[in-house]
């Protein structure tokens, strides 16, 4: 399997927001694609779709055309991210949140008390700030590419704050092998090039260090039963939605021994609440108003239904981890 893509080919005209279409896989370079899905942006009036193709050899899921580095920067805007917060906040609560935090955080207990952590794509430092319970005398830096990581640093969430991508140029170099553990929750899917981030991540690591990364599962059946409903798969900021086995034999030609591929305890009971959300989003205050009975009533189901789902192939989310080798 190449290691690194074609060279994309133009097959579609395309706005200042989106790049060429390209016509191979990103992650293989297999030219079998087929389109998984076309979806609006649900929080701006703008006309147009977002597009996600799936490769039919390697399952890989990503966004074809792929935002620019001006429409990047755009849905980074704080504008951008305080409306996203707004459509979240309604189906998963501040409480849920650090509910979820805090069982990620117990179920790493298990590693060896670490020194220095990195969580990549913290945002508000929300998971540092939970897992400092059970890590107390471990220093957790953030690493964000929005202005939340530097709002998480004058709260007192993080120690160091670092703005951008682990590939942004200098980023390696700064914080090159610092860092017994860094985590990616929900980060990976929206970086450009995922495998230059995975890349990046083992530099910034201790050798036997580990790295955590959690994301979407492409192959929930909530992915096929709610289609662009489905929030994970996250048009236009998510880029890529690889699947497990896609991310441990990378990690394995990293030279990382995968330790845990965990399907259960990264499911977020959202589903059905958050396909509601999104299909209101653009509806006057009065529907909205109406149709919260439904909303509420989905969201029961959601939780009421987790202890089951989350064993079974409509866990929307996985997590794996991995140990970097000592040479």
Not at 97 to 107: F, M, N, Q, S, W
Not at 169 to 176: D, E
Not at 210 to 227: I, T
Request: proline content about 9%; charged content about 25%; glycine content about 6%.
């Amino acid at each position: 399997m190449p290691t690194t893509p074609l060279t994309p080919q133009i097959t579609t005209p395309h706005d200042p927001f989106q790049e060429p279409r390209r016509a191979d896989c990103p992650w293989c370079g297999s030219r079998a694609l087929r389109t998984r899905l076309r979806a609006p942006d649900p929080l701006r009036h703008r006309a147009g779709t977002f597009v996600l193709d799936e490769c039919a050899d390697c399952a890989h899921t990503f966004q074809n055309p792929r935002l620019s580095a001006e429409g990047l920067a755009f849905f980074r805007r704080d504008a951008y991210e305080r409306q996203l917060a707004e459509l979240t906040a309604r189906v998963l609560s501040d409480r849920a949140v650090r509910r979820r935090h805090r069982a990620a955080a117990r179920r790493l207990s298990a590693l060896r008390e670490p020194e220095s952590w990195l969580d990549v794509g913290t945002g508000h430092a929300r998971f540092p700030e939970a897992a400092k319970e059970f890590f107390p005398y471990t220093s957790f830096d953030g690493l964000d590419p929005t202005a939340r990581v530097e709002q998480a640093l004058l709260e007192g969430r993080v120690e160091e704050a670092h703005r951008g991508y682990l590939t942004t140029p200098g980023m390696t170099a700064r914080l090159r092998a610092r860092y017994d553990v860094v985590t990616m929750f929900h980060h990976l899917e929206h970086a450009p090039d995922p495998r230059a981030e995975l890349r990046a991540a083992l530099t910034v690591l201790r050798p036997g260090g580990h790295l955590v990364v959690e994301v979407p599962d492409p192959r929930s059946l909530f992915a096929v039963l709610l289609g662009k409903w489905w929030l994970p798969h996250g048009q236009p900021r998510h880029l890529h939605l690889p699947p497990p086995a896609n991310l441990r034999a990378e990690l394995s030609a990293l030279g990382c021994a995968v330790l845990v591929t965990d399907r259960t305890d990264p499911h977020v009971p959202y589903d059905l609440a958050a396909a509601v959300a999104l299909a209101l989003a653009h509806a006057r205050p009065p529907l909205r108003l109406a149709a919260a009975p439904v909303r509420t009533l989905a969201a029961a189901l959601d939780h009421g239904c987790a202890p089951l789902l989350r064993r079974t192939r409509f866990s929307n989310a996985y997590r794996i981890v991995a140990r970097k080798g000592a040479g």
